[in-house]
């Protein structure tokens, strides 16, 4: 069943008079229930493709669905309602409010969610996910008082409170130290396995990449490989430019290698 | 209804992870409408005590003097004619609602003396209990004369200081004998000093006793005398004579008209007649109402006919009613002026921290709009902001207002009035300057691009 599908993304930023391609015609699909990797260095593109993804910016052309609905074409306060919607966000550094317990943090999106969700509601579904990522006991600690590996499972639960069928992880160990991040990913998996969510890990470390069942490469604005999952590429191989149909270990063994130079 | 409810939650929320800040955001506010309660309670107290001041001085007050006439071209001037009865006095005490108080005036000049010494005082004025009230008089060494004195014309007087002073040398004059115009009058009270009009008369220099004494044996009719056709009969009875003394002797208490008088005004003949009457309105805003209605009440106790002319004329202290009222409205406007720029400084407060806060909190706002917030969201959350921040400012300027006012009346006497209207005002006006000042910064959070906002450092 697929939940994302991208068609030829293009997008363009605006320096000055010049048009600065930086996406140049984006073809992928993700199917749900996947763990994926999005990989690519600085530079490449892949920050824009996320924000695409998460709807947080439309492209300059081509088609965008997410999960039957065609994204590209949403107003902001759409997209804003889809993000609401479909969308969990985890990010590099966090982002907790400060000065406010992990419980009223992880609640807080459901203040915008379209359909009112009660107090009570929403503060049992706040425990529920603090329990389910260990944190039951400290609901009411403030993120200063937590920490990293903690900080990142309230955002975790928060990004999960409104039930959201795809999660976004950009960059989620970045500020991490391994041991951290190697739970904070083994959770992401178990969520993954468990509750079927699909999730996109942004990253540009093979270690991170390594807990996906596919990396999607980017590079100069192109896809390199794992544009289409196994499904994906049976489904139908259409009009895909840059973008090639293999399976994910071999795309994860493209990606090591690659990395492996990089770093 | 439960959006605004959880949007107000999340403002007290937002703004209770940053107290210092929400603090002293608000004290522009706090400042700006304590100010404005507290000028308005101090202006309003000073205020009202200019107006009780100039009323005092009978600004308030309103005369009804008798009319005049004309023979054979030569006017008598008003007063000429006897008009005024002391039952028109007591009909305008009853019917006229926008009056506080009601006196007949019977007017004498003559000389008082008491053991060696004789002064003539500035008037000598018969009336009522009421007159005390009327000119805002107060007795301060013994008792004011009673509507029984005036019934059975006791002879008392109240004397004013300038009497106590020539007659009695200062000393207490309560209870000894004055002679007016030779008849005794026995002193029971002393009137407090009041000094010069605004016309430099002294007002301190008077005697008041019970109209019905005066007129009996006093006086006769004063204003008959300034009459000149009648002058050389009026003049041979007020020589001091014993008749009035002993007043077996008929008293003439009204003059005699000519023919001609008396076909033109065919009245009834009064038994007693008053020099003139006078009253005071409750209020300055009264004044107007007052005048009709004694006209009114006049013109019909006295059945003048429609398009007739009055054969009274009722008088008011423009002058001073036109400066009360000057005062007042000036007093109004400079507070206003005050408040508002107050309430500006603490608006333009608001706005500055609040641009502040949308700065600092960029990310935050990048992280809510990522989660779903809309631009509308945000605008409206720091609206709230904005709005909670000035009302709990106002809230507490209220306290601050009124407890100001109140330690400037303890400790320094000033008189203050509580006013309900400024708090309402000012309660209105700091809701408006948080939504007025706070739109701007929460218009351009809400302006923000998310993936910039979720970048910012």
């Known amino acids: 069943m697929e939940l994302i599908n991208l068609q030829n993304v293009r997008k363009n930023y605006h320096l000055g008079e010049v048009d600065v391609p930086v996406l140049k015609g984006v073809s992928l699909s993700v199917n749900r229930g996947e763990l994926i990797a999005l990989m690519g260095a600085s530079g490449s593109g892949k920050s824009t493709l996320m924000n695409i993804l998460g709807c947080l910016d439309r492209p300059t052309s081509g088609s965008y669905w997410l999960d039957g609905h065609e994204v590209s074409i949403l107003s902001p306060d759409q997209r804003a309602t889809m993000r609401s919607q479909k969308i969990g966000f985890v990010f590099q550094s966090f982002n907790l409010l400060p000065r406010t317990s992990a419980l009223e943090n992880v609640m807080m999106p459901l203040t915008y969610a379209p359909r009112h969700v009660s107090d009570r509601e929403a503060r049992r579904r706040a425990k529920e996910l603090l329990e389910r990522v260990g944190l039951g006991d400290r609901m009411d600690h403030f993120p200063s008082q937590l920490s990293g590996g903690q900080q990142q499972r309230v955002a975790i639960a928060r990004s999960l409170v409104n039930r959201p069928p795809l999660l976004f992880a950009d960059e989620p160990t970045g500020n991490l130290d391994s041991r951290t991040s190697e739970e904070v990913l083994q959770m992401f998996q178990r969520l993954n396995a468990e509750e079927g969510i699909t999730i996109i890990l942004v990253t540009h470390e093979m270690e991170v990449a390594a807990h996906a069942r596919r990396a999607i490469r980017i590079r100069d604005g192109l896809i390199e490989s794992g544009a289409y999952g196994v499904h994906g590429a049976m489904d139908g191989v259409h009009g895909s430019k840059a973008g090639s149909a293999r399976p994910a270990a071999a795309a994860a063994a493209a990606g090591s290698k690659s990395t492996g130079g990089a770093a | ?457």
């Open chain 2, 1 to 457: 209804m439960i959006k605004s409810v959880k949007t107000v939650i999340t403002a007290v929320r937002a703004l209770r992870r940053n107290l210092m800040r929400a603090a002293l955001t608000t004290l522009g506010i706090m400042i700006g409408v304590g100010a404005v309660i507290a000028m308005m309670e101090i202006g309003n107290g000073s205020s009202q005590a200019i107006q009780r001041t100039v009323a005092s001085m009978g600004a308030n007050n309103l005369m009804v003097f008798p009319g005049n006439f004309s023979t054979r071209g030569v006017s008598s001037g008003t007063g000429g004619r006897v008009t005024l009865t002391p039952q028109d006095a007591e009909a305008i005490e009853r019917e006229c609602t926008a009056l506080k108080a009601v006196a007949p005036i019977v007017q004498s000049r003559t000389q008082l003396i008491y053991g060696r010494k004789n002064w003539v005082p500035n008037e000598i004025t018969g009336t009522t209990p009421d007159y005390l009230v009327v000119r805002e008089l107060e007795v301060v060494e013994g008792v004011p004369f009673e509507e029984r004195d005036v019934r059975s014309g006791n002879r008392v007087c109240l004397v004013g200081q300038t009497i106590v002073r020539e007659l009695f040398d200062g000393h207490s004059p309560v209870g000894h004998e004055l002679r007016i115009n030779n008849v005794a009058f026995k002193v029971i009270g002393v009137l407090g000093a009041k000094g010069a009009n605004m016309m430099g008369s002294d007002q301190d220099d008077v005697v008041i006793a019970p109209w019905t004494a005066i007129k009996a044996r006093v006086s006769g009719s004063s204003m008959a005398k300034t009459n000149q056709s009648a002058g050389a009969a009026a003049a041979a009875s007020s020589v001091n004579t014993l008749s009035n003394v002993y007043p077996g002797s008929k008293l003439e208490l009204y003059p005699e008209q000519s023919s001609i008088q008396t076909t033109n005004s065919p009245m009834q003949v009064r038994f007693v007649s008053i020099d003139r009457i006078s009253a005071s309105a409750i209020s300055a805003a009264d004044i107007e109402l007052g005048m009709t209605q004694i006209t009114e009440l006049l013109r019909e106790r006295h059945r003048i006919r429609e398009g007739a002319p009055d054969d009274f004329t009722v008088r008011n202290l423009t002058e001073f009613t036109n400066a009360l009222s000057g005062t007042t409205t000036l007093m109004t406007n400079l507070l206003l002026c005050v408040a508002l720029i107050s309430l500006v400084v603490g608006g333009v407060g608001i706005m500055n921290i609040m641009l502040v806060s949308v700065t600092e909190r960029t990310r935050e706002i990048g992280l809510r709009m990522a989660v779903g917030a809309r631009g509308q969201d945000i605008l409206r959350q720091f609206l709230a902001e904005a709005v909670v921040l000035s009302l709990i400012g106002g809230a507490i300027g209220i306290l601050l207002g009124v407890g100001a006012s109140w330690l400037v009346r303890t400790i320094l006497k000033w008189p203050t009035e509580s006013s309900p209207g400024a708090i309402v005002a000012a309660v209105a006006v700091s809701a408006t300057v948080g939504i007025v000042f706070g739109y701007y910064p929460a218009w351009k959070a809400s302006k923000l691009d998310p993936i910039e906002a979720l970048r910012y450092e």
